[in-house]
């Protein structure tokens, strides 16, 4: 059970570094970079390297933005399997992401209660 | 000469010191968030009938609650002063860029303001996620039916 | 001066790494018999089996749960170990509903319900304990 922690840490700091890279060495604009790891993490589960990942890392892997696009391509590649070409289409539209609706509501949340201070 | 000296070289190490102090910042910065979350996770856990995998999902809404806290009261901005990557690459940045849009845009109302102006940076996420899970899935697919890979 | 933080810090990696692989020599196997069955074989199976770092085994009426914890670098495959020893457990009790779970979430219940003591509940919990693996695939 303890060895998951130091995995968190370790597997969400590197990830963290690669995005520090791709700010600092590559000098991509965050937006970029958020975008090219959402691409990354899509890819590393088309791959069917993202659910090992998961289960080494826990948090570690699934904090990172990279889940986000492994969590869509996930659904996606899992109504596929069942359906087949019509499934990648259908599972498009099935397929959520707790971040997405989450950070929807919140922020919808935050607008209602907090008064904008210039600063946030 | 030795003002020359001296300025050569700080420019040979100047840009170096920023970059690995950074890398140094982002590591920490992003694995304490992904520790706090594990932590999270073990919570739902060990009290509801979450398993590890299924419980990811309350873990990324709660994560992405206290980034709402944190941008409200102002203090996520300093995480992301000292973080750099490592604050804006966990979830916990994406829900900050949505949620502090959000705030900021109060002013000009719920649909103008808040609604539109949301997404400035979680909508480009957003549209890659979606469009790189839909071609991924569709390759994949595709090379499945061809008999190349297997599921 | 940078360089030497980052050549400590490296350090401490490669340190924490060298503790993970230590903290992994403890191979802690439970086993809980409540039918005629002989739970040697299973017992054997994960003893010898070097991934493993800890497992438990309940033997109920026709049902026979397994739940087990992977050694940390194995965690990496631990869906595919799990698929692995189910099959192995079929064949040796192809009488039994053998289900196997790598969920650490599962190995903690397991260990409540074996701590439990009255036994009418064990059923209910068990087919409680069968969904939540089930959702999870």
Same mark, same amino acid.
């Given at each position: 059970m303890s060895s998951i922690y130091i995995t968190a840490f370790i597997v969400g700091g590197l990830i963290c570094v690669i995005g520090q890279l791709l700010f600092d060495?590559?000098?991509?604009?965050p937006a970029h970079t958020l975008c090219l790891l959402v691409v990354a993490g899509s890819i590393l589960d088309g791959l069917g390297l993202y659910e090992p990942l998961i289960d080494f890392a826990g948090a570690g892997a699934t904090i990172p933005i990279t889940s986000f696009g492994n969590s869509l391509t996930h659904g996606a590649l899992a109504e596929a399997e069942k359906h087949g070409l019509i499934g990648v289409l259908t599972g498009m539209f099935e397929v959520t992401s707790s971040g997405i609706s989450s950070a929807i509501l919140f922020g919808f949340i935050a607008a209602i209660i907090f008064k904008p201070k210039g600063n946030v | 000469m030795d003002e020359k000296k001296y300025a050569k070289l700080e420019q040979e190490i100047s840009p170096k010191i920023p970059l690995m102090k950074n890398i140094l910042k982002a590591f920490l910065t992003g694995g304490i968030i992904c520790l706090v979350a594990q932590f999270v996770a073990l919570f739902y856990m060990t009290y509801f009938d979450f398993t590890e995998r299924t419980a990811s999902n309350p873990t990324v809404a709660t994560m992405i609650f206290f980034s709402m806290l944190l941008t409200g009261f102002g203090l996520y901005k300093k995480i992301g002063q000292f973080g750099g990557a490592g604050s804006a690459v966990p979830i916990t940045g994406f829900g900050n860029a949505v949620i502090s849009a959000a705030i900021e845009h109060k002013s000009e109302g719920y649909v103008l303001g808040v609604g539109s102006n949301m997404f400035k940076l979680a909508g480009s996420v957003i549209l890659f996620g979606v469009f790189s899970a839909f071609v991924v899935a569709l390759i994949k697919t595709i090379l499945v039916k061809l008999g190349v890979v297997s599921w | 001066m940078e360089g030497m933080n980052i050549r400590k810090f490296g350090l401490l990696i490669i340190i924490v790494f060298l503790l993970l692989g230590c903290s992994n020599v403890k191979n802690d196997i439970r086993v809980q018999n409540n =039918? =005629? !069955?002989?739970p040697v074989k299973i017992k054997e199976l994960l003893t010898k089996d !070097?991934?493993?770092k800890s497992a438990a085994v309940l033997f109920h009426e026709r049902e026979l749960l397994t739940a087990v914890r992977m050694k940390t670098f194995s965690r990496f495959s631990k869906r595919k170990i799990g698929k692995e020893l189910e099959k192995k457990l079929k064949e040796y009790y192809p009488e039994l509903n053998v289900t196997v779970s790598v969920d650490n979430k599962i190995l903690m219940e397991m260990n409540k319900l074996m701590d439990m $003591? $009255?036994?009418?509940k064990v059923s209910k919990k068990i087919k409680k304990l069968k969904s939540l693996i089930k959702e999870e695939t």
């Open positions: 060495v590559a000098k991509l604009t | - | =039918s =005629s !069955e002989d !070097e991934r493993i $003591k $009255k036994q009418e």
